[in-house]
């Protein structure tokens, strides 16, 4: 067994299976956004649905599986980030005995498992690259999810068919199934690219890049703003806000300004040639935070997703209806936002959760306070505000199940760990 165990660990650090498993993570971070059809639907014994980027998702838990099978204790060296995560993930999956819906609190526990393993798994083959690396491919990412919603966005209101995804005139949909998805999606990756354009970092300037992260953030923001999504539009325009608070120098009042000035040159496009658009994004913006009427279906709404949740968590206290519990049994809608489905759907179980998994990603990069020391440190310190403009995008947008949620996650697990190697952070708790 131990000489079985000694093979096992030197043929799974082989420079091929590292190739692979870099191949199949740039594989699946580069199709999270194709969401539009199912690339495998059955229906017995279940109804599921594979999307293109689980077909890549499922080998690579495999190769990582197999390669710390015989060596669990390198895990111990994993960002704590990550053990942040498995604990919400056995404290939600305490709560299925307790559900509403145990079958569908069951298929939500497995979907944020695999996602969970699968950017633990996305983490350990970057981690010997710089962390600038996986940065960079996040921007390719975004320019590429934005520009294809942009051409099918022109073709759609041109009359043409649109590149694998179905016309619409009104919003920007990219390859996803649906416009909240799209806007969920994004905001999380242009925070990352407008975090990379305001940091003024050396690495920022290097070859492609310099141009990359610019032109990145521009047509993100365009996409963006087209999806016309209320909360994750809200999230960005906050950190944006709190980046200038947090720096509060002439630099950041500058970038503050010309994000602003890309804000109101992006509605005169959508005046101009995006008639649809135009007056979906300012309704929406009106009936739920300007002109929210009293008897409307988007206020209501609103009332009903604070008032069911609480409702719930008063009624089931530690563990919540359960994950998808909520919806037929106290609303015909499912709660939206991530802090409130922790409340109504998985009680103390997952505000605690919830708590200590986030509150480890704020601990890493608030403790550093002072603008000083290396890149890496200096990137965590101007990523704050926009992490903090996330959080206020996630309050309504749920995140567990959204990729380029753990996109983030993993991002800061790669600069955590990189940190540590070169004693910028020296914190048992990172």
């Not at 895990?75 to 509403?100: D, E, H, M, Q, Y």
């Not at 179905?166 to 919003?171: E, G, M, V």
């Not at 032109?215 to 016309?228: A, E, R």
């Amino acid at each position: 067994m131990w000489f079985s165990g000694k093979i096992y660990i030197k043929t799974s650090n082989t420079s091929i299976l590292k190739t692979i498993s870099l191949w199949l993570s740039f594989l699946f971070l580069l199709t999270t956004f194709v969401t539009y059809k199912p690339v495998i639907e059955f229906y017995e014994p279940f109804h599921s649905k594979i999307l293109l980027s689980r077909l890549f998702g499922f080998p690579l838990i495999v190769l990582f599986v197999f390669k710390y099978f015989f060596q669990p204790k390198e895990l111990f060296k994993f960002p704590k980030l990550f053990w942040g995560g498995f604990l919400l993930v056995l404290l939600l999956a305490a709560t299925i005995p307790f559900s509403l819906n145990p079958y569908v609190t069951l298929r939500q526990v497995i979907s944020i498992t695999f996602l969970m393993l699968v950017s633990i798994a996305v983490f350990d083959a970057f981690k010997e690259f710089e962390w600038s690396q996986f940065a960079k491919l996040t921007t390719i990412i975004l320019l590429l999810l934005s520009g294809i919603g942009m051409v099918n966005l022109i073709l759609s209101i041109l009359g043409y068919p649109t590149f694998l995804a179905k016309n619409r005139t009104d919003a920007g949909m990219s390859l996803f199934s649906r416009f909240y998805e799209a806007g969920a999606f994004t905001v999380c990756l242009v925070c990352i690219s407008a975090s990379l354009w305001a940091s003024g970092l050396k690495k920022r300037e290097q070859g492609v890049f310099r141009y990359l992260i610019p032109l990145s953030t521009v047509v993100g923001l365009f996409f963006l703003m087209s999806t016309g999504r209320v909360s994750a539009i809200s999230g960005f325009v906050s950190a944006i806000l709190f980046f200038m608070l947090w720096k509060r120098n002439l630099e950041s009042f500058w970038f503050t300004l010309k994000m602003g000035s890309l804000f109101l040159f992006n509605l005169l496009i959508f005046f101009l040639f995006f008639p649809e658009i135009f007056d979906r994004f300012f309704y929406r913006f009106q009936s739920r935070i300007f002109k929210r009427v009293h008897g409307t279906q988007e206020a209501d709404f609103i009332v009903d997703n604070f008032f069911g949740t609480f409702q719930a968590f008063l009624d089931h206290p530690i563990s919540g209806t359960g994950l998808g519990g909520f919806q037929e049994n106290y609303s015909r809608y499912a709660i939206h936002g991530s802090f409130l489905k922790m409340i109504g759907e998985a009680g103390l179980f997952g505000i605690i959760g919830m708590l200590i998994f986030l509150g480890l990603a704020v601990f890493g990069i608030f403790r550093l306070k002072k603008q000083t020391g290396n890149e890496t440190q200096q990137f965590l310190y101007n990523f704050f505000p926009f992490f903090g403009g996330l959080l206020v995008s996630w309050q309504y947008n749920y995140i567990l199940n959204n990729e380029s949620f753990w996109v983030v996650i993993i991002l800061l697990a790669l600069v955590f760990y990189q940190a540590g190697k070169e004693n910028t952070i020296r914190s048992k708790w990172i």
